[in-house]
């Protein structure tokens, strides 16, 4: 069963007291996200270029003067080898496309009022994710993304209606960190 966990807070041993507040939070996450060394080259992005996405991102959080708070938002869907060979089977295409293709729809569901990036990890055969990355401030009127339980409920039914198509069953996972995955904004 395919696995989704929103990165919320930081381990217990970390020395930094809230996640993803700091100034160098955008360029750590989607580094990370966008990593070639993990990708391969498997990247996308939603009213964002990948290759220009913390500059574009920091751009409009200055340009809306929301450049404090939570500065970006990261999640990760996990999925068992089993299961991609099976999506695989059942819609045709090679493992690491049918990823990128996963992650293009999952990320969409964001796509009209948030810069997001993902990236397909693939340096773990045993262990096919993909990282999503989200500006917090909407390209449409610069407003905070809120963080809601609506929202993450909303995002969960999206997913699990995109992932049905594959046959995969999507689980969500708290965050190991944190007993609880919402954001303070």
């Not at 996200?33 to 009213?47: A, C, E, F, R």
Request: net charge positive; proline share 4%.
């Amino acid at each position: 069963m395919a696995t989704l966990k929103v990165i919320c807070k930081n381990p217990a041993d970390s020395c930094y007291d809230e996640k993803y507040k700091d100034a160098l939070a955008i360029e750590a996450v989607v580094s990370y996200v966008l990593n070639p060394d993990k990708t391969q080259g498997y990247i996308g992005g939603w009213g964002v270029s990948p290759t220009n996405a913390v500059r574009e991102m920091e751009l409009l959080q200055r340009l809306y003067h929301k450049d404090s708070g939570v500065r970006i938002r990261h999640w990760i869907i996990g999925f068992t080898p089993s299961e991609i060979e099976r999506a695989s089977s059942n819609v045709g295409g090679a493992m690491d496309q049918l990823l990128w293709t996963m992650g293009a729809l999952l990320a969409e569901y964001y796509k009209g009022n948030y810069q997001v990036v993902w990236g397909v990890h693939l340096d773990k055969p045993r262990e096919p994710h993909i990282h999503f990355a989200m500006s917090t401030v909407s390209l449409v009127n610069g407003k905070k993304y809120s963080g809601s339980k609506t929202d993450y409920s909303a995002y969960i039914a999206y997913a699990k209606s995109v992932l049905r198509y594959y046959g995969i069953n999507l689980w969500p996972i708290s965050d190991q960190a944190v007993s609880k995955y919402v954001h303070t904004y």
